[in-house]
C-alpha cells in the first residue's frame, strides 16, 4: 500500500552530492552508550533502524584522535585500523537493509574527557569549557598552537579517508554542541589575535579549512556534511545571524546541512523534554538559514508526528526530516508511515529516557523494550518468536505499564487467551493520573498505543472495572498468573536516605500524597502555604509543586538532594523545571533533610547539620514508593492450591515487584512475554555481553 497523498512527500528520494537518499528520514548521530567498545551491540543497533526504512543512519560523535579521548563515553572512535574494522561491522549491517551509513567525526576540543589518552585538552585560547567538573573535565587546557591546528586536521582527513575505505556513504564534520569547532567559532571560548581569532572570518577559518580538507580527500567517493549548532543560549556560542553567515561561507563545501541547536551546556534546547518544548520548535530558526543556503538541510526538531514532518518538508524549509529519539521509540517509523499504519507508530513521549540511561551504561527507551537488545538478547521491535506451547490461559492482573506490556506481548506470541483485568475503567495505572500533570500530557502515548494493540489482537481481552481476589484468582481457570498491580506513595515519610519514618506525620489531615492529590482529588485549604517534600528526585515532587502553584497556593518546596528535580538534569529538563517553579513564586530549599514535623512547622537538617525549620500550612510526602504486592504474597503463600486451580506459575512484575522509573517497569513486562517458555521466567535469562581482547 503506498503512502497517503499527504505524506509522499517524505518518500521521494533526494540527491546529496555522490549519493541519494532513497526517501527523507535521516536517522541523525545520538549516543548509544556502545561505540567501538560494543562493536555487535553499536552494529546491530544501527542496523534496526536502517531495517526499518531509514534512508540513513548514522554513528553517534567519533573522536578523531587520543586528544579527543571521551571515556568513559563511548565514542564511536575511528583512530586506526582496528576501529575501522569495528566500524565496517556497522556499515555492512546498515547497508544490508539499503541505508546509507553516516559518520559523525568529532572533537571535543576543552570539553574532551581523554581519561585513558591522559592528553592535554585543546581549546583555542587555553580557556576552560563551560561544562563544570564533575561533568567536564578539570584543569585548564591548552591554547592550541598552529602545529597542534594542522595535526588536528589532518586528523580529521585521516578519519574520513578510514571511513570512505569501510564503506561509510557520508562524512559529516561536527561543528556544534559546544565542541572544537564551535569553541573556535565562539568569541566566548575564542581570544586569539592570529587568523584563527577575532573577525567571524578568522575564527570559522579552522572548520572550513578542515571541511575543505576533508572534501578533497573523500567528497568524489562520499557526501560531505558539516553539523552546525545554529543557535545556543547563554554567551558561549554565536548568534543565528552569525550562523547564516557561516552557511555561506561554507555552503560550497558541503552536499548538505545538517542542523541543530544548543551546546553541550543547553543541551536540553537541542533534545528537547515534551515537558518543556513541543514538536516542530526549531522551524523558525531554520527558516532563516534558508535563505542562505540551496543545499538540502536536515532539521531536527523533536519531530514524532508524520503530517508535522511532510508540512516541514512541503514547506521548503527543510528537505530531509532529522530524527534520532524517534527512531528509539519506533525504528519501523518510516516503514508504518509508507504502509499506512500510523496507529502501529510507537510515538516517542519525549521523556529523555534515552538520555538519563546513557549516564547508566546502557541506553534504554520508556515506550519500546527493545531498544539497545537487538544483539544483547536478540529482541526484534517488530518480531515475536511464537510459543512452543501456545495452549495457555494467561491472566493479567493490573493494566499498568508492566501489565499491558506482558499481555500485548503474550498476544502476540500467540498465547490463546490472554485476559487483562484492571479495577479502574481505563487502562494505564498509575500513568492516567500522571499525564494530567503540567507538561506531561505527551506521556499519554504509552497508553494511546498499548490501546490501539489492545483492538487488534483478538486473543486479548480487556476486562476493566472489575477487582479480583486471590480467591478469584484461584477459581479463574488461568493456567498462568501474572501480578501487575503496581505500587503506591508511602504516607510515613520514610525516605532512601533515612530508612525511618518521619515522626509527626501519622495520620495527620494536613499530610498528603501524591495519590490523594492525584487520584482522589483531595486539596489543602484553598491559597494555603503548602510544602513539597521531594526525597525522590523524580518528576513528581516537582509536577505537583508547579500544579499547587498554578493553583494559587504558596509553595515551597523541600529536598536532600543538591537540586530540586534532581532526576530532571539528566533528562535535560531540570533548568527549564525549576525555572518555571521560580517564575511561579515556588521557594526551593536544596540538600535539606526533614527530621519531624508538628504544629505547622518541619524541621530539619541541611548539609552540614545546620537547623532547619518552614512554617506551612500542609506538607505533601514524595519520598518512596512501595509495591502493592499483598495479592501476589496471598497466592504463592498457598502454593499447594495453585495446581488445584490448574495455575502452573504466579509471576509480580513491573512496580508491584519493584517500583521504578516508568521504562523500567514496561521492560520487566516485556521481558517476561519474551522469556515465557524459559526455565523459571521470573528469573531474567543472561544476555550476551563483548569483552574486548585483553592481552596478559
Not at 506459575?649 to 521504578?660: E, K, L, N, T, W
Request: hydrophobic residues 40%; negative net charge; glycine residues 10%.
Amino acid at each position: 500500500m503506498p503512502p497517503a497523498d499527504h505524506h509522499r512527500v517524505l518518500f521521494e528520494p533526494i540527491s546529496i552530492g555522490p549519493k541519494t537518499l532513497r526517501n527523507r528520514f535521516f536517522n541523525v548521530p545520538h549516543g548509544t552508550g556502545y561505540g567501538v567498545l560494543r562493536p555487535s551491540t553499536w552494529a546491530s543497533y544501527r542496523a534496526v533502524r536502517a531495517e526499518g526504512g531509514w534512508a540513513a543512519v548514522s554513528t553517534e560523535f567519533s573522536s578523531v584522535g587520543p586528544s579527543s579521548d571521551e571515556f568513559p563515553l563511548h565514542s564511536s572512535d575511528i583512530w586506526d585500523r582496528e576501529d575501522g574494522r569495528r566500524h565496517k561491522a556497522l556499515v555492512d549491517a546498515v547497508h544490508h537493509h539499503g541505508a546509507l551509513a553516516s559518520i559523525e567525526l568529532h572533537h571535543g576540543g576543552a570539553h574532551a574527557m581523554r581519561r585513558l589518552s591522559r592528553e592535554p585538552a585543546l581549546s583555542p585560547s587555553g580557556l576552560a569549557g563551560e561544562l563544570p567538573p564533575p561533568a567536564g573535565p578539570l584543569g585548564t587546557p591548552k591554547a592550541m598552537s598552529l602545529e597542534d591546528i594542522e595535526r588536528v586536521e589532518q586528523a580529521f582527513v585521516d578519519a574520513a579517508v578510514r571511513a570512505r575505505d569501510v564503506g561509510y556513504d557520508i562524512v559529516d564534520v561536527l561543528a556544534g554542541y559546544g565542541y572544537l569547532f564551535a569553541q573556535f567559532l565562539s568569541p566566548f571560548h575564542n581570544h586569539r589575535t592570529d587568523k584563527y581569532g577575532g573577525s567571524l572570518e578568522n575564527r570559522a577559518r579552522f572548520w572550513i579549512e578542515t571541511l575543505s580538507r576533508v572534501r578533497d580527500s573523500v567528497g568524489a567517493e562520499c557526501a560531505v556534511a558539516s553539523r552546525l549548532s545554529i543557535q545556543t543560549q547563554g554567551p558561549w556560542g554565536h548568534t543565528l545571524d552569525e550562523s547564516v553567515t557561516l552557511v555561506r561561507m561554507a555552503d560550497p563545501l558541503v552536499d548538505f546541512w545538517d542542523l541543530n541547536v544548543g551546546s553541550v551546556l543547553d543541551w536540553g534546547s537541542d533534545i528537547s523534554p515534551s515537558r518543556v518544548i513541543p514538536e516542530g520548535h526549531n522551524m523558525e530558526v531554520f527558516t532563516r538559514i534558508r535563505s542562505a543556503t540551496q543545499k538540502p538541510i536536515v532539521g531536527v526538531s523533536r519531530w514524532t508526528s508524520p503530517d508535522l514532518m511532510a508540512q516541514a518538508v512541503r514547506s521548503g524549509v527543510i528537505d530531509i526530516v532529522g530524527s534520532a529519539r524517534q527512531s528509539i521509540a519506533d525504528p519501523f517509523f518510516p516503514q508504518k508511515v509508507y504502509e499506512g499504519r500510523i496507529e502501529d507508530i510507537r510515538e516517542c513521549m519525549g521523556i529523555n529516557y534515552c538520555i538519563s540511561s546513557l549516564d547508566r551504561g546502557n541506553m534504554a527507551c520508556a515506550q519500546n523494550a527493545t531498544a539497545g537488545e537487538e544483539y544483547r538478547r536478540g529482541w526484534h521491535p517488530e518480531r515475536y518468536e511464537p510459543l512452543e506451547r501456545p495452549d495457555v490461559s494467561v491472566l493479567v492482573v493490573g493494566a499498568g505499564p508492566a501489565g499491558l506490556e506482558a499481555a500485548v506481548g503474550l498476544a502476540r506470541r500467540g498465547a490463546d487467551m490472554v485476559h487483562l483485568v484492571d479495577s479502574a475503567d481505563q487502562v494505564g495505572g498509575h500513568l492516567r493520573q500522571v499525564i494530567d500533570l503540567p507538561g506531561l500530557r505527551e506521556w499519554g502515548r504509552f497508553i494511546d498505543h498499548r490501546k490501539v494493540q489492545i483492538e487488534k489482537l483478538p486473543n486479548l481481552q480487556l476486562i476493566p472495572s472489575t477487582t479480583l481476589s486471590a480467591d478469584d484468582i484461584l477459581d479463574y481457570g488461568a493456567s498462568h498468573v501474572v501480578i501487575a498491580t503496581g505500587a503506591r506513595w508511602l504516607g510515613t515519610g520514610l525516605t532512601p536516605g533515612t530508612h525511618t519514618s518521619l515522626p509527626g506525620v501519622d495520620g495527620s489531615a494536613w499530610v498528603f500524597t501524591p495519590e490523594q492529590l492525584v487520584v482522589r482529588g483531595a486539596r489543602p485549604v484553598s491559597g494555603c502555604r503548602v510544602t513539597v517534600y521531594d526525597a525522590e528526585g523524580g518528576y513528581m515532587g516537582s509536577s505537583l509543586a508547579q500544579l499547587l502553584a498554578d493553583e494559587g497556593y504558596k509553595v515551597s518546596v523541600v529536598t536532600p538532594h543538591s537540586q530540586v528535580s534532581a532526576e530532571a538534569d539528566l533528562t535535560l529538563d531540570g533548568p527549564a523545571v525549576r525555572a518555571f517553579l521560580h517564575t511561579s513564586g515556588v521557594a526551593m530549599y536544596r540538600n535539606v533533610s526533614l527530621t519531624g514535623v508538628g504544629a505547622g512547622v518541619l524541621r530539619g537538617a541541611g548539609e552540614f547539620e545546620e537547623p532547619f525549620s518552614l512554617e506551612t500550612d500542609a506538607l505533601v510526602l514524595v519520598t518512596m514508593r512501595a509495591p502493592v504486592d499483598d495479592l501476589y504474597h496471598r497466592l504463592v503463600s498457598e502454593r499447594s492450591a495453585l495446581p488445584e486451580s490448574g495455575i502452573e506459575a504466579v509471576f509480580c512484575i513491573g512496580d508491584a515487584q519493584s517500583p521504578r522509573p516508568l521504562a523500567e517497569a514496561m521492560f520487566d513486562g516485556h521481558r517476561l512475554a519474551r522469556e515465557f517458555e524459559s526455565t523459571d521466567p521470573s528469573v531474567p535469562l543472561l544476555y550476551r555481553r563483548e569483552s574486548l581482547h585483553f592481552v596478559e
